[in-house]
């Protein structure tokens, strides 16, 4: 709202539809695209949901609205049509076959690719379930939320719509017959995102958000790498207060043992490290 007044001297509002086709397509990306590319603000019905119409702020003269109106139809449904290509491409691809596609993904030059990245929280979220001595049928969601966790990191949506990564593997895990209590933890796994946010609503949500955070933390100080006055380009100050978060909620969790185990993960992929130095300074 604010760069919009900003951009014009002479504010008028007008309203424009795209097609309902569009309103199959998860309403996160189409809301993306109209806000970041054009600046469109999306409109919702009293329930809360998407509807076609969508606000437009022209700078032009009024009389010539029905004009303006056309050629903004015009561009948002080439953006939409795109929103809906991506979405429909990815959802013909398995997830599980997204996960191995990470290991095309480089987390960190000193600590390997993504799908490395998702074996150490594998590893985590199996040691946190340990300790809260979940049961069989727990466990396997848990393990199954953490495995698929990064899957959409590769797929079309999220490589052009960055902001959307969970959200997206929510909705291709609902699709592809997940358990919903998987498909909310893997679309809300990178919460809490800023102060105040709320952690993951569900139980595998929060051991899958607590594994991925932990684990940034704990390989970025084990190669070295920890957060400076200047710089802190993984976000681990976030990670450790989002970790903080979730251990509040889950007082059973011993969390200098998860730091061990995390170690231990590190270790198993023959990443060299100092074992104290990185286990004092991680706590």
Avoid at 6 to 33: K, Q, R, Y
Avoid at 65 to 82: H, P, Q, S, W, Y
Avoid at 252 to 266: N, T
Wanted: hydrophobic content about 45%; some cysteine.
């Amino acid at each position: 709202f604010d760069e919009v007044v900003n951009l014009c001297e002479w504010p008028t509002v007008m309203v424009g539809t795209f097609d309902e086709e569009f309103l199959a397509v998860p309403h996160e990306i189409i809301c993306e695209s109209m806000l970041s590319n054009q600046r469109y603000f999306p409109t919702y019905d009293k329930d809360g949901k998407l509807t076609r119409e969508f606000v437009i702020v022209s700078n032009g003269d009024s009389a010539c609205e029905k004009t303006i109106v056309n050629g903004n139809e015009r561009v948002v449904r080439a953006r939409l049509e795109d929103a809906k290509f991506f979405y429909e491409s990815d959802m013909k691809v398995p997830l599980d076959e997204f996960v191995q596609r990470l290991d095309r993904v480089v987390f960190q030059k000193k600590l390997g690719t993504m799908l490395q990245k998702v074996t150490r929280i594998e590893a985590l979220v199996g040691a946190a379930a340990t300790q809260l001595e979940l049961d069989g049928a727990q466990t396997k969601l848990a393990l199954r939320a953490a495995h698929l966790a990064k899957a959409d990191l590769v797929s079309q949506a999220v490589v052009e719509f960055t902001s959307q990564q969970g959200v997206m593997g929510g909705y291709y895990a609902g699709a592809q017959g997940e358990d919903s209590e998987v498909s909310a933890a893997i679309a809300q796994h990178y919460r809490p995102r800023f102060a105040g946010d709320a952690i993951p609503a569900n139980l595998y949500g929060q051991l899958v958000a607590l594994a991925d955070k932990l684990d940034t933390i704990v390989s970025l100080f084990a190669v070295g790498e920890p957060p400076t006055g200047s710089s802190d380009p993984f976000a681990q100050r976030r990670a450790a207060l989002g970790c903080i978060a979730i251990l509040r909620e889950l007082p059973k969790l011993d969390a200098a043992a998860l730091i061990d185990a995390g170690l231990d993960a590190l270790a198993q992929q023959g990443i060299a490290f100092e074992l104290g130095r990185a286990r004092d300074e991680v706590r």
